[in-house]
């Protein structure tokens, strides 16, 4: 199929975008790379009656470190991130994006755009939870800052109001011992089930650390009940199971709660694995 018809705007700055979106009304979309929305809108699955075109906004395209911990700008295309400096606290951010698509994919789709996409598999917004991500947006009444466990609202549905965009994802935490790991059918396609993981050490021991999923929920999400057996000294398997025995599963499609909850219970314990020696930990 082919898209519905629609009107194109190619916008020259933040401001002309911000007050492109107010003027045109919910009708109207941000495009950036367009691997996510330009597929639903030939599916018909979406029929935005105006795109508004931020793709070339290279002032979005960077990512910086300061004092207030990691800034990338939302045009950064996922590539950017494996190819640039994240430095070792982050590297769990460079490291994801193999998981992100085909290399094709991974050169056109942004960050900002995953984020606003809100698929509750996708890696940006698994990163987003597991570090308590910030999510920066602007329209033409300012910019305000959301939390990601507030950005999230259900399947493909943020925070975001029509006449807003995100201009940047800041990363507050460093993160040196975490990992992501996911399983799918085949390399590049969408992930069945997700998971990462970010360890607390005191010299060589696990005191602690955050766990979240995707693909178990409408968003991704934390398992308090897999963190709590990091922090009781629990090994790496008992956190695995603690996480998929909490959850509440149902049958989707082919795959069964059962099939699903076995891909957290592997994922975290390899994911937890992965994080220990993310910086020459040795097991």
């Given at each position: 199929m082919k898209p519905a018809q629609f009107d194109y705007h190619r916008a020259r700055d933040v401001s002309g975008a911000v007050r492109l979106l107010a003027e045109l009304g919910e009708d109207a979309k941000i495009i950036a790379g367009g691997q996510s929305l330009v597929a639903m809108m030939?599916?018909?699955?979406?029929?935005?009656?105006?795109?508004?075109?931020?793709g070339g906004l290279n002032t979005l395209r960077y990512i910086r470190r300061d004092s207030d911990?990691?800034?990338i700008g939302a045009t950064t295309t996922h590539h950017d991130v494996e190819s640039g400096d994240v430095g070792a606290e982050f590297a769990v951010l460079r490291d994801a994006m193999r998981w992100v698509g085909h290399y094709p994919i991974r050169t056109r789709g942004t960050v900002g755009g995953s984020i606003a996409h809100a698929d509750a598999t996708a890696e940006w917004c698994l990163l987003a939870i597991l570090l308590d991500?910030?999510?920066?947006?602007?329209?033409?009444?300012?910019?305000?800052?959301?939390?990601?466990?507030?950005?999230?609202?259900g399947y493909y549905s943020t925070d975001l109001a029509f006449d807003e965009m995100i201009v940047e994802i800041v990363f507050p935490n460093p993160a040196p011992h975490a990992a992501v790991t996911e399983y799918a059918e085949r390399q590049g396609d969408f992930a069945i089930v997700g998971a990462a993981v970010s360890l607390d050490l005191d010299g060589l021991a696990v005191v602690g650390g955050r766990v979240a999923l995707a693909g178990v929920g409408a968003t991704p999400m934390r398992?308090?009940?897999?963190?709590?057996?990091?922090?009781?000294?629990?090994?790496?398997?008992?956190?695995?199971?603690?996480?998929?025995?909490a959850l509440e599963l149902e049958d989707e499609g082919m795959f069964t709660a059962e099939y699903r909850?076995?891909?957290?219970?592997?994922?975290?314990?390899?994911?937890?694995?992965?994080?220990?020696?993310?910086?020459?930990?040795?097991?």
């Open positions: 030939n599916f018909r699955l979406a029929r935005p009656g105006h795109l508004v075109d931020v911990g990691l800034h991500a910030r999510i920066v947006v602007e329209s033409v009444r300012g910019r305000r800052t959301v939390d990601a466990d507030s950005f999230f609202f398992s308090p009940a897999g963190e709590a057996a990091l922090a009781a000294g629990g090994t790496f398997a008992d956190c695995a199971d603690a996480a998929a025995e909850r076995t891909l957290v219970r592997t994922l975290v314990a390899e994911a937890c694995s992965d994080a220990l020696v993310s910086q020459g930990v040795p097991t």
